[in-house]
């Protein structure tokens, strides 16, 4: 260890500490965070982090980036390899610093200024910069949008491709923060062809589920995908974007497709890449390479199916009754609880969750009707069903009985 690290100020330290301790004296589930692995943490305190190498591989504006170039490419290669696309097909780009960013270059290199997007609403599930009023997404672009029905709290295809019709998008977003359910990605596509717009999925919620095979792939039926690198796929915070060369909508637009993302990223957005973020991600996509990523994401859905199950018996109302993926939506309200007293009570006794709002909620996202939560990174700490039914247990007890749970939640954590 160099003098530095050890010699660190004592009062970051300090923090530092203290915040290892809450992760593991809590159960977190929250289903976009995760644990990473000690490797990628290494890669990313590494000396890739005093390097500036913007531009690309091989087209750098600074000296000194042999290992800068062979680092990126690597990540590239790994990037393409875990998702089973050939480099004939597809480009992707690992500079984006994360998700936000991924999905603004989009736009800015695929639809111009003041042109529309059609992404799902934030408070039906979908995403601040799939084009909300309050995200620069939805300052720089016309947006349309859709929901969920307001019945089965799924996606309602006939409809969206009613509104698609309508509203003639540019480019339309599948993929979401807060939808626990399968998404049809070909009929998505369906979609969006009948308009001639482009097909964005953003898979930043389910990409470890993809790499391992627990969920549908988006590839075959995308124009472009994105994703952090930082939920399910367990790496560090940052995001890729994913450039279908065959697009058919940017061969009728007469586009390149791959120069219009990379220029967008850089210089459209940003400087210099974050190297040191991208060699962890190239280790984070080397783990999920490994059988054993496999059983992880599998276990991810059972998990989530086994909180999902116990807790619906255990009489609380799941959104859409259940889920297909890696998170659930509890309708706390419907057992006269508000989100945002929920997640206080459930953190006040060491269990991390968010609150959120539900489709058609009636009251405002800073106090919504339920709470949001997956199961990611308890799987990474090595609880299966047993624990699940556990955990279930003890946020009924806490939320309906207020019952003092902090011993069982440490016990619990103790163990894994
Ligand atoms: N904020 C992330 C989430 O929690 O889903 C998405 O960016």
Redesign the pocket.
Known sequence: MVPWVSNMDSIIKKIINEEVLRQQNTINL???ENIVSEDVLSALGSRFNNKYAEGYPGARYYGGNEYSDKIEKLCRDRALKLFRLSNKNWHVNVQPYS??PANLAVYLGLVPKGKKIMGLSLNMGG?LTHGHNVSATGKFWSVARYGVDSKTERLDYEEIARIAKKESPQLIIAGY??YSRIIDFKKFRAIADSVGAYLLVDM??IAGLVAGGAYPSPFKYADVVTT?THKTLRGPRGAMIFVNKTSKIAKANSIDIVREIDRAVFPGLQGGPHLNQIAATAVALGEAMMPAFKKYASQIVKNATALSNELQSLGWRVVSGGTDSHLLIIDVAAQGICGNEASIMLEKNGIIV?KNTIPYDSRPPMDPSGIRIGTPAVTTRGMKEREMKKIAQLISDILLSDKNCIREVRELCKKF
């Open positions: 929250i289903p976009s998700g936000s995403h923060t807060a930043s919620h952090t968010n």
